[in-house]
């Protein structure tokens, strides 16, 4: 460490006039005091070291008075680092054919990170789909993502001095980008270890299967499989599927003619989606002799069938163009299912629909009034569509929203006069604009007055005038929802739309909105527990998030919650919920593959409250897709940023390699520490010493 002084105040030459100042107060202190007069010889030798003791102090604290500053140079040496990581995925693993090759190979790779650390900074990692800290061979990772890792470690040392990076991988990625084009930004050699085998081996392989992870009760879903088979030429094997998780019902089989050396075939299967749940799926080809491996020849399936399609009853006083434009625009939207029946024949149950959609009724001939009992006995939300048929003095009983009084004469042309203060949906504005043009509606003719309660998203525009009329109308009082439109003529809009756009979304969009509005129950549970899904693979967290309400409906989170976890063979896991702000979250981490239910429970108030559900753990089978390493990658890494690609039975060669680079070399660093003198406490000690020296002899020599 270099250090010099500084002053920035005033010149150097003052430095001069300091000194000269600390002499002329001890020459005036010794040579002109009278109390030295009389000093024996002896007591006057003592006077030069004491006039020099004064003249240092003196000068001294002169000299701090013009604030110098000490200024000083430190210099660090940085050896480079060296970036070692090795691919911890099941592949990797696959091409160790014995526990002691993973055993030989794992002591060379420590040797070579132990060689590397007499030179250089080594930084050790392993990888699957994350970057992990150290050096791990279990080769149990379920996926592979290359460039996530070269990514991180950019973000790691993009400041730092980085010498190389030694990647340890087969090449074969599943997941992320081509490390080859990685958004990593090193300008550093990568030396490769090539793992694995490039010769490709005699092998049948499921290489993809496609299908929606959700399917209704009742509809059918189809399953696309992808199959590919190596040096298996005019040989056979066979496409199954079962349904359970081993030795279940077999619901599809089909022999596949493997014609070629290098094969690959797809097959769509169409199946029934009869039980409501997590559907478990096993799809195999049947293994032919002498293939690499069989676990690429299964792969689970997990498809969520879901009995919670919500049906709407669309209940009409006669046959209307209005009926089918909103059966169609209401079925584009799977999670409804719409049934369509006139109020002469109708006897279905009410209790059964989520919605009931009341075209034209009550009307003149036929009030409605025991269905209408039926509907607003059971909670059905109601929309009433109001039609040339509908009795106005029985729908003002039927409902409070609105109030139409009048009618007779010619109906109203009253088109869709938007209003922005609307709040129980959003509209998009290109929604909006769409509505502002689409045709008149025949509204009846009268006066028409909304509730207080109510929220009006459209009135009526007779001509060019904007009126108060509302024409679409909707409220909530007491958790009942309602909804009024005073016109007729939806297949207009429809037809409008389609018109306009070529298509029907609009309309669709609209309609939805309205339904989902009215047919989404109110959930007034105290206690809920949720999770963000129902399927995880087997490398992802399971999490849960809790909310607990007083009696009203306050988010609290004062007593403990529990939550029993069991797997399908009976095995349980206990955990507790933590708190978090007013509610509660548990994270169990990892679980294994299977099936699982689970109980939450907690007593508030001295009473308990449950919430159970169901979700399912998913096996992860990228990994076992591709056995044919791909050092390609490799090599062209090599090439791209200079460096080198080793079998591993060189590892130790890698050293060698890295000393060779002249560009791998320690880094200087200088920084630079500026203080002022002032602050420096050893120098006051010294003051006070020179000061505390010259009392004590001149009180012994009778100075004082």
């Not at 702000?581 to 508030?604: E, M, R």
């Not at 076992?624 to 079998?647: E, K």
Request: with cysteine; hydrophobic share 40%; net charge neutral.
């Amino acid at each position: 460490m270099n250090a010099s002084l500084v002053i920035e105040q005033y010149p150097y030459w003052y430095i001069l006039l300091c000194a000269a100042l600390g002499a002329v107060y001890a020459f005036a202190l010794y040579y002109k005091d009278n109390s030295f007069k009389e000093a024996t010889t002896a007591q006057k030798r003592m006077l030069v070291p004491l006039s020099v003791l004064r003249w240092l102090t003196v000068s001294v604290i002169a000299f701090l008075l013009l604030t110098p500053l000490l200024k000083s140079r430190n210099i660090e040496v940085v050896n480079p680092y060296i970036l070692l990581l090795q691919d911890n995925s099941e592949s990797v693993g696959m091409a160790f054919k014995q526990p002691a090759d993973t055993v030989a190979y794992a002591a060379k790779m420590r040797q070579l990170a132990a060689n590397l650390t007499n030179q250089y900074k080594v930084a050790s990692y392993h990888f699957g789909s994350d970057l992990q800290d150290g050096l791990k061979f279990s080769f149990t990772d379920k996926v592979t993502d290359i460039s996530n890792s070269l990514d991180k470690l950019y973000n790691n040392y993009a400041n730092q001095n980085v010498g190389a990076i030694i990647l340890a991988t087969d090449g074969i990625y599943n997941q992320g980008s081509n490390p080859l084009y990685s958004n990593s930004r090193f300008n550093v050699p990568v030396f490769s270890v090539a793992l694995g085998d490039t010769t490709p081996r005699r092998d049948v392989v499921i290489d993809k299967v496609l299908h929606n992870k959700i399917a209704y009760l009742g509809d059918k879903f189809t399953i696309r499989i992808d199959v590919s088979a190596k040096n298996c030429n005019n040989e056979t094997t066979a496409i199954s599927i079962s349904k359970g998780k081993d030795n279940g019902t077999k619901v599809f089989g089909k022999a596949v003619k493997i014609n070629s050396a290098n094969f690959t075939g797809s097959e769509e299967v169409t199946l029934d989606a009869d039980s409501p749940g997590i559907q478990h799926y096993v799809i195999q080809v049947a293994p032919l002799s002498g293939e690499a491996t069989t676990q690429n020849n299964r792969q689970d399936v997990y498809i969520e069938v879901l009995d919670n399609r919500q049906k709407i009853l669309l209940l009409a006083n006669s046959p209307h163009p209005d009926v089918s434009a909103l059966k169609q625009a209401i079925e584009t939207n799977k999670n409804y299912q719409v049934t369509t029946a006139y109020i002469n024949n109708f006897n279905g149950a009410v209790r059964d629909y989520d919605l009931a959609i009341l075209h034209g009724l009550p009307s003149a001939v036929n009030n409605a009034s025991t269905v209408l009992g039926q509907l607003k006995s059971a909670n059905i939300p109601l929309w009433f569509i109001v039609t040339a048929q509908t009795a106005l003095s029985s729908l003002n009983q039927a409902q409070n929203i609105v109030q139409i009084n009048g009618g007779g004469g010619n109906p109203n042309e009253a088109k869709a006069d938007f209003q922005r203060n609307f709040s129980l949906f959003t509209f998009e504005n290109e929604l909006v604009q769409n509505l502002l043009t689409l045709p008149p509606l025949q509204a009846p003719f009268g006066q028409y007055k909304a509730a207080p309660t109510a929220q009006v998203l459209l009135k009526q525009k007779i001509g060019t005038v904007n009126t108060d009329y509302p024409l679409l109308v909707l409220e909530q009082a007491s958790g009942y929802k309602m909804a009024v439109l005073c016109g007729e003529g939806l297949w207009r809009w429809r037809l409008y739309n389609f018109k306009q756009q070529q298509s029907h979304d609009a309309f669709n969009v609209m309609m939805s909105k309205i339904v989902q509005y009215l047919s989404v129950k109110n959930d007034k549970r105290k206690f809920r527990v949720n999770m963000p899904k129902t399927l995880y693979n087997e490398n992802e967290a399971i999490s849960f998030d809790a909310e607990l309400y007083n009696d009203s409906y306050e988010l609290i989170n004062d007593p403990e919650v529990n939550i029993l976890i069991t797997s399908e063979d009976g095995k349980s896991y206990p955990f507790t919920f933590n708190k978090t702000g007013k509610a509660y979250t548990l994270n169990t981490g990892i679980l294994p593959v299977g099936n699982y239910t689970y109980l939450a429970k907690t007593t508030f108030s001295g009473q308990e409250y449950k919430a159970q559900g169901s979700f399912s753990v998913v096996p992860l089978q990228l990994e076992t897709v591709q056995t044919v390493a791909n050092h390609r990658i490799l090599y062209a890494m090599a090439q791209r940023y200079g460096g080198a690609v080793v079998p591993p039975s060189q590892i130790d060669s890698l050293l060698s390699y890295i000393q060779q680079q002249p560009n791998i070399k320690p880094v200087q660093y200088s920084s630079f520490k500026t203080q002022p003198l002032i602050n420096l406490k050893w120098l006051f000690l010294f003051l006070l010493l020179f000061l505390a020296i010259e009392w004590f002899v001149r009180k012994f020599i009778g100075g004082y």
